[in-house]
């Protein structure tokens, strides 16, 4: 059937045909048939042009976008999944590209997870504290440009505001009519203070109370579980043993309290002692290869290099990250990694690649007081180093007791492949290069 929009042009067409009906008395029968034969060739030709017509893509504005689905990124060769923390967008909201859009907690980072494309989020395929895959799907887009200022998100909001903003002009009318019915609205409004004093202890009772017989139930991170999981590793699988030996501080502290403005001055970083620890373990550590090893199947592999990593305490629990090469980084050098791993642990922006790998651990308990702790080796590694305070103590100096400010370390050791000889000889040349500092300059 010829539709109704290709009526028209057919009615056009026709209208000879019905005239040279009317005069079919006039012409031959032979001339009559030869017309319309004709007459039908121009309609079909005429209804094929509207058709090409209508059915030409420039016909219609409209353009329209693909669909484009978002999944899990790669995070880590040892992370295949995590859990989505955070959903920084919902349905109907205009992603930017690389915008960030949500974020996962893994075993040992929170991942950022950035739109690649920018488009309207159509459907979030997860929901928070939910675990996710890698590789799996994890939010769609509706391809599109941004809106120009942002004048989409803002005629929506425009809209909502006005819809409470005619309403309030509707209940306003009738007040201005009876004026007399505002008196007692004080007098209704005033039993609201004792309902507000009334929600006031419910509020603070939601909030935990010391020494009450209340419990709570709170999800451990995957952090913290991975934690867990790899203290509960070490314990099981390492011969752990713990030595201990004490440091006399005097000569760093003073080494410090001198040269600690000019390095501020020069190199904006301050001056601390986690420093000298980290290079006099490289110092011990070339002497003593076998601390700096691991253990891989049935072989033993040294190091000819030394990646320390420091403990860093952050809210979610203990991370490492590592300064690379050490041994080969002045005092300062180390000092700048420490404060730029430190801004991002509070942060947390500390990425996956800067926990991952480290042969030897350095721990510092000693900033949050400890006088004495045995640190858990921090698995593959064999050995770990444990900080603690520096406390003023009684210790003879040339056979007189004298007032020093001392440290007690630690360090836990796998007994598998470092003995009891090779743990104590390296804190004892720790100990003489940390109370001896030119040492380490003059690498004697």
């Keep these: 059937m010829i539709s109704a929009v290709r009526s028209k042009p057919l009615a056009r067409m026709a209208r000879p045909l019905a005239s040279l009906v009317q005069s079919s008395t006039i012409l031959s029968a032979a001339a009559s048939q030869g017309a319309r034969r004709q007459l039908s060739i121009n309609a079909a030709a005429a209804t094929v042009a509207v058709s090409q017509?209508?059915?030409?893509?420039?016909?219609?504005?409209?353009?329209?976008?693909?669909?484009?689905?978002v999944k899990v990124p790669h995070m880590a060769d040892s992370i295949s999944e995590g859990s989505l923390k955070q959903w920084n967008k919902k349905v109907g909201d205009f992603v930017a590209l690389d915008e960030e859009i949500a974020t996962i907690e893994t075993d040992k980072v929170d991942v950022a997870v950035n739109s690649p494309k920018s488009?309207?989020?159509?459907?979030?395929?997860?929901?928070?504290?939910?675990?996710?895959?890698v590789g799996a799907d994890l939010f769609k887009l509706e391809l599109s440009d941004a809106p120009a200022g942002g004048k989409a998100e803002s005629k929506k909001e425009e809209v909502k505001k006005d819809e409470p903003k005619k309403e309030e002009s509707k209940k306003a009318e009738p007040k201005k009519e009876e004026p007399k019915k505002e008196a007692p609205a004080p007098s209704k409004a005033a039993p609201a203070a004792p309902a507000a004093s009334k929600a006031a202890p419910a509020e603070s009772h939601s909030a935990p109370v010391a020494f009450s017989r209340e419990e709570r139930s709170v999800k451990m991170n995957r952090m913290r579980q991975t934690i867990a999981k790899r203290l509960k590793q070490s314990q099981e699988n390492a011969a752990s043993l713990t030595t201990f030996n004490e440091v006399d501080m005097t000569n760093l502290m003073k080494l410090r309290s001198t040269y600690k403005d000019a390095v501020l001055k020069k190199h904006n970083i301050k001056l601390g002692f986690m420093s000298a620890f980290v290079k006099a373990s490289c110092y011990a550590l070339k002497e003593l290869p076998a601390v700096n090893a691991r253990i891989e199947g049935?072989?033993?592999?040294?190091?000819?290099?030394?990646?320390?990593?420091?403990?860093?305490?952050?809210?979610?629990?203990?991370?490492?990250?590592?300064?690379?090469?050490?041994?080969?980084?002045s005092f300062v050098e180390v000092e700048k990694s420490i404060a730029q791993y430190g801004a991002k642990a509070r942060?947390?922006?500390?990425?996956?690649?800067?926990?991952?790998?480290?042969?030897?651990?350095?721990?510092?308990?000693?900033?949050?007081?400890?006088?004495?702790?045995?640190?858990?080796?921090?698995?593959?590694?064999?050995?770990?180093?444990?900080?603690?305070?520096?406390?003023?103590?009684?210790?003879?100096?040339?056979?007189?007791?004298?007032?020093?400010?001392m440290m007690y370390i630690a360090l836990t050791y796998d007994h598998r492949i470092i003995d009891g000889r090779e743990a104590t000889t390296f804190l004892v040349k720790l100990k003489e290069v940390i109370e001896d500092p030119v040492r380490l300059l003059l690498d004697v």
């Design 347 to 405: 942060d947390g922006q500390i990425a996956i690649e800067d926990l991952s790998g480290g042969t030897f651990t350095i721990s510092n308990g000693g900033v949050f007081g400890s006088m004495m702790g045995t640190p858990i080796i921090n698995m593959p590694q064999s050995a770990i180093l444990g900080m603690h305070a520096i406390k003023e103590r009684p210790v003879a100096v040339d056979g007189k007791v004298e007032i020093r400010p």
């Design 53 to 69: 017509r209508i059915s030409s893509p420039y016909r219609s504005q409209v353009r329209y976008y693909a669909d484009y689905v």
């Design 298 to 329: 049935d072989s033993i592999v040294y190091n000819d290099y030394v990646d320390v990593s420091v403990a860093v305490a952050t809210p979610k629990g203990l991370v490492t990250p590592v300064i690379r090469n050490a041994e080969s980084l």
């Design 119 to 133: 488009g309207i989020v159509v459907e979030l395929y997860a929901k928070e504290e939910e675990t996710v895959a």
